[in-house]
């Protein structure tokens, strides 16, 4: 059976299940999407592509943008990139303080906030404009100028964002910020409101199903070496507290954010990119999660 067939059926089943999530309100903007929303795209690496439902609606790709940062900063820093931050599930939520100083300011992975807060002080010292080098970078990944910041999102994550202001604050005090924490700040949150449909998600997250290489225009955008490791924090670290869950359930490397939106990679194959904003308690994508089960299951695509 042809992935398109097995999606749209799965995707008709999950649409029609009860959904348990809440949204996530703790940034303001966030909850003003339509809570009902639901889409899906994959895209091959034999470029076929194909969505249901909501898939070219907009959200806020929130944490799933921590994968693309660290992209970005791998390519400058290379292997160094490990003294400032590490590889191991965390095992707690996203937005902890808790291991941060028995680990002396060395956050466990780069997908919970803390490892992403150092890694974009990383990229404030080697980009000359971050915002826009970034995006440039972002923008190149997935062949397409569109992609964006929402700056009311932005904002609004800036105006209650005490916690990642704690988390950079207290790095920063075991010496493993280098800029100034508020504009550190000011850039994490614009990357964390970067908005995409799921299109063009699962189009940009395709060079890494395909070796780190741009799908369209052939260049290497990180190492075939760097897109596997990529791929494997992903696989660990990828879903707060909940990724052994997703290995588990669903098989696939992947990420989720708390816009609702997941992204999954099966190397040598496909990105599939689910958008729900209904999160379960540790903060996924209630159907997004339930809906990739079902399709790895039916189609027989998990890793494992
Ligand atoms: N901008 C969000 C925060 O820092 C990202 C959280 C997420 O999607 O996991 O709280």
């Known amino acids: 059976m042809s992935y398109k067939k097995i999606i749209e059926e799965v995707y008709e089943r999950v649409k029609n299940q009860e959904d348990t999530g809440r949204l996530a309100t703790y940034i303001p903007e966030l909850a003003n999407v339509k809570a009902a929303s639901f889409g899906v795209h994959v895209s091959t690496i034999k470029k076929e592509d194909f969505g249901f439902g909501d898939h070219l609606e907009k959200f806020s790709i929130q944490s799933i943008s921590k994968v693309l940062t660290l992209s970005l900063a791998y390519t400058i820093l290379g292997e160094d990139i490990w003294k400032r931050v590490d590889v191991e599930p965390s095992g707690t939520p ?111 997250f395709l060079f890494l199903a395909n070796g780190g290489k741009n799908i369209q225009t052939g260049k290497q955008i990180v190492t075939k070496r760097q897109a596997k490791r990529l791929n494997a924090i992903m696989q660990t670290c990828g879903f707060y507290d909940e990724a052994g869950e997703f290995s588990f359930r669903v098989g696939l490397p992947g990420k989720s954010g708390v816009g609702g939106g997941i992204i999954a990679v099966h190397p040598d194959e496909f990105a599939i990119a689910v958008w729900s904003p209904r999160l379960n ?8 999660f339930s809906f990739l089960e079902e399709f790895t299951t039916v189609s027989k695509s998990s890793i494992f």
């Open 281 to 288: 308690k540790k903060g996924n994508s209630y159907k997004g």
């Open 94 to 204: 996203f937005n902890s303080l808790l291991q941060l100083e028995a680990d002396n300011g060395i956050p466990r992975n780069p997908f919970i906030n803390a490892g992403a807060i150092v890694v974009a002080d990383i990229l404030m010292s080697n980009l000359k404009n971050p915002k826009e080098d970034f995006l440039q970078f972002v923008r190149s990944i997935s062949n397409n100028s569109s992609i964006n910041y929402n700056e009311k999102v932005a904002a609004s994550e800036k105006s209650v964002g005490f916690r990642n202001i704690a988390l950079c604050n207290f790095i920063k005090s075991f010496g493993n910020i280098h800029n100034n924490a508020e504009e550190v700040l000011d850039f994490y949150f614009n990357v964390c409101s970067l908005e995409m449909n799921c299109k063009e998600l699962s189009d940009l």
